[in-house]
């Protein structure tokens, strides 16, 4: 009894991973027309070694803000280093990503489209 159980624990994991990993990922390509995906980069000082409290702050703010603005802007996930925080967003411009740093507060000192996303996958 206890032997199934073991096997059944992993059993699940592999069965919730897999349907997470099929899930399409979002792509330039396969998002709706007139939306388009940014990689901003906030300049902040020490942001590799602010505590998860003032990290989850910072979300929340970029969440409120996110939900004032409506549904046309959406923030997929961001990259925390010493100095940098790189985020990405789906908007239908970069004005409306500006906008959002504004109101939120945050620094946005370069936005670029992204055109093209490569991984290992396109090596081969």
């Known amino acids: 009894m206890k032997f199934s159980r073991l ?26 027309e007139g939306q388009h995906m940014y990689v901003i980069e906030r300049v902040i000082p020490g ?14 703010t970029s969440c409120g803000v996110l939900s004032k ?6 923030w997929l996930h961001s ?13 239908p411009s970069e004005a409306m990503v500006r906008e959002h740093a504004k109101q939120g507060g945050f620094p946005a000192n370069f936005v670029s489209e992204v055109t ?4 290992p996958e396109t090596a081969k």
């Open 7 to 32: 096997l059944l624990i992993p059993a699940l994991s592999l069965v919730f991973a897999g349907l997470s990993l099929a899930e399409e990922a979002v792509t330039p390509q396969t998002l709706p």
């Open 47 to 60: 942001a590799g070694s602010f505590s998860a409290e003032k990290l989850q702050s910072m979300a929340q």
């Open 69 to 74: 603005m409506g549904p046309k802007i959406q």
């Open 79 to 91: 990259y925390v280093t010493g100095d940098k925080i790189y985020c990405i967003y789906l908007a």
């Open 116 to 119: 093209t996303i490569i991984s």
